[in-house]
């Protein structure tokens, strides 16, 4: 029986292993091909820009380039990013940690309707985002007209611009999060209510330890969208120089005056922070990578 098998097989039939590798290897020149296409992209839309943001920012030397932070504007726009970031971080942080640990962690009614509603600013564009505030807060909107009576100012004002930061940005940190408490499971939590801890000192003591990099991650990258964020900062805001404006908004302004110089200069600061974010991301992605696995493993 075992020869008749044996016989009836091709002599000259790959093996599964080579089957395996010729799938997942590609030749030489395909190799040289991708791998050239892949670095004249990012040389094209990646390195290009940040050279020429640099090399715009300092064209009048570092004298020019100084001069464009010390400007009062300037100086605002640096203030009211910083302040928004502040509040809306926290926020986000807060929400996400407790929208991931729901998730994750319990079965409830509605559980797919909140993982909808985290993706919601995925899918809808900033600009209209920030139109849905001003028909809400605007002086014509549902509660305007409440908030201007008392005194309070949400539209072309700080708290609109906190916002709007605070709704494009709130879906990164439960959205890092979810995945990967759901691979750690539950285990840790539920031994550490069997040993007589609390749930919030289960939740201290196991479960944030436990998600440290992966939180660490996920506020950066909030962090660092909300002090980019453009179109629905820019539909809220007013466009009021030395009130109103982030460093987005202050880098449209002075490229539309034809102050180039300054308008790379302040320009180059967001991409400073953006090559900072990128290598933080880099170390965070890396210890990030090791809870997944240790997860995955347990």
């Not at 097989?9 to 395909?30: F, K």
């Not at 320009?267 to 240790?294: F, H, M, N």
């Amino acid at each position: 029986m075992s020869e008749g098998l044996g016989a009836s097989l091709p002599i000259d039939a790959p093996r599964a292993e080579d089957r395996v590798r010729s799938v997942v290897t590609e030749g030489r020149a395909v190799r040289w091909v991708l791998t050239s296409l892949a670095i004249v992209f990012l040389a094209l839309f990646l390195v290009l820009p940040l050279f020429t943001v640099f090399a715009q920012a300092l064209a009048r030397g570092w004298g020019a380039y100084l001069a464009a932070f010390r400007e009062p504007d300037a100086l605002s726009a640096i203030r009211l990013t910083l302040t928004v970031a502040a509040i809306a971080v926290p926020f986000n942080l807060v929400f996400g940690v407790a929208a991931a640990w729901a998730i994750a962690k319990f079965e409830f009614a509605g559980k797919s309707l909140l993982i909808t509603l985290i993706d919601l600013p995925f899918s809808v564009s900033p600009v209209v985002s920030g139109m849905i505030y001003v028909l809400i807060f605007g002086s014509q909107g549902l509660f305007g007209a409440f908030f201007i009576e008392h005194g309070i100012q949400i539209i072309f004002a700080v708290p609109g611009i906190v916002l709007a930061t605070i709704f494009v940005t709130f879906p990164f940190v439960a959205r890092e999060l979810i995945p990967l408490m759901q691979e750690q499971g539950t285990t840790d939590e539920e031994a550490a209510l069997t040993l007589g801890a609390s749930g919030f000192h289960a939740f201290l003591t196991v479960t944030l330890p436990n998600i440290r990099w992966g939180l660490l991650y996920s506020v950066l990258l909030c962090n660092a969208r909300a002090m980019g964020e453009f179109g629905a900062v820019s539909v809220v805001s007013g466009h009021i120089r030395g009130l109103t404006n982030t460093l987005p908004l202050h880098v449209e302004i002075l490229y539309n005056e034809y102050n180039f110089v300054a308008a790379f200069a302040v320009a180059s600061l967001l991409a400073g922070l953006a090559l900072v974010t990128l290598l933080v991301k880099s170390i965070l992605e890396w210890r990030y990578a090791g809870d997944l696995a240790a997860g995955a493993r347990h």
